[in-house]
Every structure is written in C-alpha cells, then in structure tokens.
C-alpha cells in the first residue's frame, strides 16, 4: 500500500470518528436540554357574540364572589371541553392519585423541571408531551418523544381532541382529564 493512500485511510477514519463524537454529544444534549418545540396553529377565530357580557375590573371580582353552577356531568367519551374539564388525575404511575386543577394554558408534562407535569421514570422524555387548549377543545400533542404517547390506547402522532375519562399513558404515567 502506498503512502498516499495510507495517509488518506488515516484522515477518513480520523472524520468518522469525529462524526461519531459529534453525534454522542448531540444526543446527549438533546436528551438533557430537550428539542425545540413546535407550535399548533392558532384555531380559527369564533364570531364574537352580539352582545357580550360586560368585563369586571379585578377590584369589583374580588368583593362580588359568584360561584358558576357545577357543569352537568359528562359521560365518559365526550370531548374535553373548557367547560367539562377542570383537572388531572393521575390513575397509574409513580404519582398514582394525583390530582393536578387545569387552566386554560398549555400544560408541558416531562421530565424536566421546567414542565408543568412532572413525570420522572426512565420511559419519558425531558419534554414528553403537551396539553393546549384549542378553541374549547383540549388537545394533546406529543413532542417528539422517544417512547410515544397514547390517547384512549391509541399512538398520538399528531394532534388529538381528549375524551373526558379516556387513558393518556406518557411513559410508565396514566393519568385522565376529568370534571
């Protein structure tokens, strides 16, 4: 063999190699500090009521205390609206029994500290899942995780409407939006 081609044996191996280098260290810091997260598109505006309600100020909400009546109970199935769902409860897992109240902002749930759920076994990803409110439809959206998440038994691959009582398993988590 010659010395030329010695020497480019070399240098091939020796970018390989590297390439493999890089590529541990690109795992590793997209396992630690997560991947950048998409975005669900904005829902469609709804026309506005002819004639809405008008607004308190905060003040006039703290001294006039109006508790809404208790939503009628929804069966198990129906979709998960602003107006059904008002927690989380968890039925499996290391946290089993849980119970989380839910707003109207986006819910992360993973591993990391940063999440809004947070799920700490070996099955779930720094930043596993999403909740979002969409329209009056909660939806859940998977982030990409390693190991998938399901909805009432079935892979979410992309965004889906959540059924009140349906299973939402994130790595060894069931948890379900309830009333």
Do not use: C
């Amino acid at each position: 063999m010659s010395q030329l081609t010695l020497l480019l044996l070399q240098g091939g191996f020796l970018v390989l190699l590297w390439f493999f280098v890089f590529g541990v260290v690109y795992s590793l810091r997209a396992d630690l500090f997560g991947v950048k997260v998409r975005k669900l598109p904005e829902p469609a505006a709804s026309p506005a009521p002819a004639a809405a309600a008008p607004v308190a100020s905060p003040d006039a909400v703290t001294t006039q205390v109006k508790r809404p009546a208790p939503p009628a109970p929804s069966p198990v199935g129906a979709l998960a609206t602003t107006s059904t769902v008002s927690r989380i409860v968890i039925t499996s897992g290391p946290k089993a029994g849980l119970e989380l109240p839910l707003g109207t902002e986006p819910l992360t749930i993973g591993r990391s500290s940063e999440s809004g759920l947070v799920i700490r076994d070996d099955y779930t990803s720094s930043h596993h899942a999403r909740l979002v409110l969409w329209g009056d439809q909660w939806m859940l959206q998977d982030l990409d995780s390693t190991n998938g998440t399901s909805h009432d038994g079935v892979r979410v691959a992309a965004p889906v409407q959540v059924k009140v009582g349906a299973p939402i398993k994130v790595g060894a988590t069931t948890f379900e939006l309830r009333t």
